[in-house]
């Protein structure tokens, strides 16, 4: 029986993980962040060892069977991250699934994603993942369950919006969750604590000269290092907070180390629904002057900048902010710049 998203989040943190996962629907938003979550459950119980499989053409499915006999020596449990873009394993794939659900093997999850669903990809391999675990649909939003999905996603970040100001949103950017999502993290960003109307709303949109810190961002994607630098010290004169632009940081951060992660990122960017599109671009340049290890490190530095900025670690947070910002711009340089 599938499981609705908010069951799914409660289940997370109720115990013990499941020894399969299906997560799939065409809004990428909600199956992304599904994932997330699911991993860091899975890291925190101890699956330290993650192996990522991307389903292509002419894939290999005793790969899945390989994983999940194999552990490293320096993990005792292991996350399967099977990337399905289409929603459609095919005659060898939905076998071999059906397979593992049979027999699950000890100490080992495995968590399917899938781009793409309808009625007409359940199966008898679908079916036998939502016997043997958990599986999670995630269906578009109703233009009627938007406004709730913005106020709570807003109050999640410290963000009250008025009913007015969050119906004027939803018209704006309906469609497109993502979209909606991204708009939340900056309106967050900027009005951290406030409450927001209709006219600060406008404004807000309107005063795209505010946004410094999503320039920023691009500009260290584009690989210009000293617009970036310039922009960061420029932020640091005016007295911006340096965690909340970490915060929207992390966020580029984890999609680069995403995608990175996979055998073909290109396909994998297209699942991101990069919004503007025209920031693909931006991620494309990124992705291939760095791989997956270069963003995983730049991870591991701004986890140091946080815990600094917090109070929990040593040094100067804004001097190793820096060091991140020409890291993601430089990525050949990375090894000077985070040692």
């Given at each position: 029986?599938?499981?609705?998203?908010?069951?799914?989040?409660k289940?997370?943190?109720?115990?013990?993980?499941?020894?399969?996962?299906?997560?799939?629907?065409?809004?990428?938003?909600?199956?992304?962040?599904a994932?997330?979550?699911?991993?860091?459950r899975?890291?925190?119980?101890?699956?330290?060892?993650?192996?990522?499989?991307?389903?292509?053409?002419?894939?290999?499915?005793?790969?899945l069977?390989?994983?999940?006999?194999?552990?490293?020596?320096?993990?005792?449990?292991?996350?399967?991250?099977?990337?399905?873009?289409?929603?459609?394993?095919?005659?060898?794939?939905?076998?071999?699934?059906?397979?593992?659900?049979?027999?699950?093997?000890?100490?080992?999850?495995?968590?399917?994603?899938?781009?793409?669903?309808?009625?007409?990809?359940?199966?008898?391999?679908?079916?036998?993942?939502?016997?043997?675990?958990?599986?999670?649909?995630?269906?578009?939003?109703?233009?009627?369950?938007l406004?709730?999905?913005?106020?709570?996603?807003?109050?999640?970040?410290?963000?009250?919006?008025?009913?007015?100001?969050?119906?004027l949103?939803?018209?704006?950017?309906?469609?497109?969750?993502?979209?909606?999502?991204q708009?939340?993290?900056?309106?967050?960003l900027?009005?951290?604590?406030?409450?927001?109307?209709?006219?600060?709303?406008?404004?807000?949109?309107?005063?795209?000269?505010?946004?410094?810190?999503?320039?920023?961002?691009d500009?260290?994607?584009?690989?210009?290092?000293?617009r970036?630098?310039?922009?960061?010290?420029?932020?640091?004169?005016?007295?911006?907070e340096?965690?909340?632009?970490?915060?929207?940081?992390?966020?580029?951060?984890r999609?680069?180390a995403?995608?990175?992660?996979?055998?073909?990122?290109?396909?994998?960017?297209?699942g991101?629904?990069?919004?503007?599109?025209?920031?693909?671009?931006?991620?494309?340049r990124?992705?291939?002057?760095?791989?997956?290890?270069?963003?995983?490190?730049?991870?591991?530095?701004?986890?140091?900048?946080?815990?600094?900025?917090?109070?929990?670690?040593?040094?100067?947070?804004?001097?190793?902010?820096?060091?991140?910002?020409?890291?993601?711009?430089?990525?050949?340089?990375?090894?000077?710049?985070?040692?």
């Amino acid at each position: 029986m599938a499981t609705k998203l908010a069951a799914f989040h409660k289940q997370l943190a109720a115990g013990e993980l499941k020894p399969v996962y299906l997560l799939a629907g065409a809004e990428h938003l909600l199956v992304i962040e599904a994932a997330d979550a699911l991993r860091a459950r899975a890291r925190a119980l101890g699956y330290l060892e993650r192996e990522v499989l991307d389903v292509e053409a002419n894939f290999d499915w005793n790969r899945l069977v390989d994983a999940g006999q194999s552990l490293s020596l320096f993990a005792s449990r292991k996350l399967i991250d099977l990337r399905l873009p289409t929603g459609k394993p095919g005659k060898e794939g939905a076998a071999a699934l059906i397979e593992f659900c049979a027999a699950p093997p000890p100490d080992t999850v495995l968590m399917v994603t899938a781009n793409d669903w309808s009625g007409k990809h359940e199966g008898a391999w679908s079916n036998a993942i939502d016997r043997a675990g958990v599986f999670v649909p995630a269906w578009p939003l109703k233009r009627e369950e938007l406004p709730a999905w913005i106020g709570a996603r807003a109050a999640a970040r410290g963000l009250a919006i008025e009913a007015e100001a969050i119906e004027l949103l939803a018209d704006r950017l309906e469609g497109n969750l993502l979209a909606v999502a991204q708009e939340v993290d900056k309106l967050a960003l900027l009005h951290a604590g406030s409450t927001l109307d209709v006219a600060t709303l406008e404004a807000s949109v309107a005063d795209d000269a505010r946004y410094d810190v999503f320039r920023l961002a691009d500009a260290a994607l584009a690989g210009d290092a000293t617009r970036a630098l310039r922009i960061v010290a420029g932020l640091r004169e005016e007295g911006e907070e340096l965690i909340p632009m970490l915060g929207w940081m992390l966020t580029q951060l984890r999609v680069l180390a995403r995608v990175g992660a996979t055998a073909n990122p290109e396909t994998a960017l297209r699942g991101e629904r990069i919004w503007p599109a025209a920031r693909e671009g931006l991620f494309r340049r990124a992705l291939k002057c760095g791989d997956g290890p270069h963003w995983e490190r730049c991870l591991v530095q701004a986890g140091k900048i946080d815990r600094i900025a917090k109070g929990r670690g040593e040094g100067d947070a804004w001097r190793e902010f820096e060091r991140l910002i020409a890291a993601i711009a430089a990525p050949r340089r990375a090894q000077d710049l985070l040692a």
